[in-house]
């Protein structure tokens, strides 16, 4: 199970640096043409900050989903600094359980949203603000999917830890 599922999460990682990437591209694009044609040519350009701002939630979200793969996402480790090595991996497995659960909440939280952005539609781009609230339930299920490697994995090293 393991194997199956990090091979999944491998290529949604693939397919979700690449959205990123893009995302983030398309962020800076549009910023630079913004400031070219607002302050250069003195002709503003009414939608390029709407673009900008939603492809900044979108890379966020997603980059989000990246980082906690391979759990270098910030986090305040006071508590864990000072456990002994034995209660840290508890604590971290109390961490990554509660973290799927609020996931479950987002994904939930972010698809009712979702529907009903679907019905209004953004000033400047007239695109349903739906597009960018979906970015909630997909990070969301990304962020499932790779907490959920990251507990497999855990338990597994336990049982090969205890084994020994």
């Known amino acids: 199970m393991l194997s ?3 091979r999944i999460n491998d290529y949604i990682i693939k397919v979700t640096k690449i959205i990123t990437v893009a995302a983030f591209s ?3 694009v549009a910023s630079t043409a913004q400031v070219l044609f607002r302050f250069v040519l003195n002709l503003p ?3 390029t ?3 900008s701002r939603y492809m900044f ?3 966020t979200m997603l980059g989000t989903s990246i980082f906690i793969r391979k759990r270098e996402h910030s986090s305040v480790d006071v508590l864990a600094a000072y456990l002994p090595k034995k209660y840290r991996r508890s604590l ?3 961490i990554d359980v509660l973290c799927l659960v609020f996931f479950v909440v987002m994904i939930a939280g972010g698809i009712t949203v979702t529907k009903v952005a679907m019905d209004a539609v953004s000033p400047a781009l007239n695109i349903p603000m739906g ?3 979906i970015s909630v339930p997909v990070s969301g299920f990304i962020m499932f999917s790779m907490t959920l490697e990251n507990i497999i994995k855990s ?4 049982r090969e830890a205890s084994a020994q």
């Open 49 to 51: 900050e709407e673009l």
């Open 92 to 94: 971290y497995l109390l």
């Open 26 to 28: 398309v962020m800076v």
């Open 57 to 59: 939630v979108w890379s």
């Open 4 to 6: 199956a599922l990090i």
């Open 45 to 47: 350009l009414g939608w």
């Open 155 to 158: 338990l597994k090293d336990r």
């Open 131 to 133: 597009l960018v609230y």
